[in-house]
């Protein structure tokens, strides 16, 4: 099976995703767009849009980094939904292929301390243990 697990975020799927969601444009020294953007207050409005749009893999790949970036800003603001959280995990089963990089990178497995860790960190850790079984 040929691995289709993106590494990066391309240029092209981040001003398609900019353009479609009406976010603003990058500036020329933008760096760590997932980050950037990230916005807990939008944040179902880019689950919905991930869920109903069709999307290329780097689309998908781009814009599940923008949501768990603004997943963690919530649950960092206090901001819990059982909900959101489920349905994010559910996204990231099922297209596993495409996230698993990034799973790996939030779940911050070299960690033993989650103080040390971010707020999502957990849900990444159980969906890949869940992967183990």
Same mark, same amino acid.
């Given at each position: 099976?040929?691995?289709?697990?993106?590494?990066?975020?391309?240029?092209?799927? @981040?001003?398609?995703?900019?353009?479609?969601?009406?976010?603003? $444009?990058?500036?020329?020294? &933008?760096?760590?767009?997932?980050?950037?953007? $990230?916005? &807990?207050?939008?944040?179902?409005?880019?689950?919905?849009? +991930?869920?109903?749009?069709?999307?290329?893999?780097? !689309?998908?790949?781009?814009?599940?980094?923008?949501?768990? &970036?603004?997943?963690?800003?919530?649950?960092?603001?206090?901001?819990?939904?059982?909900?959101?959280?489920?349905? @994010?995990? +559910?996204?990231? @089963?099922?297209?596993?292929?495409?996230?698993?990089?990034?799973?790996?990178?939030?779940?911050? !497995?070299? !960690?033993? !301390?989650?103080?040390?860790?971010?707020?999502?960190?957990?849900?990444?850790?159980? @969906?890949?243990?869940?992967?183990?079984?």
């Amino acid at each position: 099976m040929e691995d289709i697990t993106p590494k990066y975020l391309k240029k092209e799927a @981040i001003e398609s995703l900019n353009k479609r969601l009406i976010l603003p $444009a990058l500036d020329p020294y &933008s760096q760590d767009w997932e980050y950037e953007l $990230a916005d &807990s207050s939008k944040l179902n409005e880019f689950i919905t849009y +991930y869920e109903k749009s069709t999307l290329t893999i780097d !689309e998908k790949f781009a814009l599940m980094a923008l949501i768990i &970036s603004s997943f963690d800003d919530s649950l960092s603001e206090g901001k819990l939904s059982d909900h959101t959280r489920d349905t @994010i995990k +559910y996204l990231l @089963i099922k297209d596993i292929e495409i996230h698993r990089n990034k799973i790996k990178y939030w779940a911050r !497995e070299e !960690e033993d !301390e989650l103080e040390d860790c971010f707020a999502v960190t957990p849900l990444m850790r159980e @969906i890949l243990d869940k992967q183990k079984q």
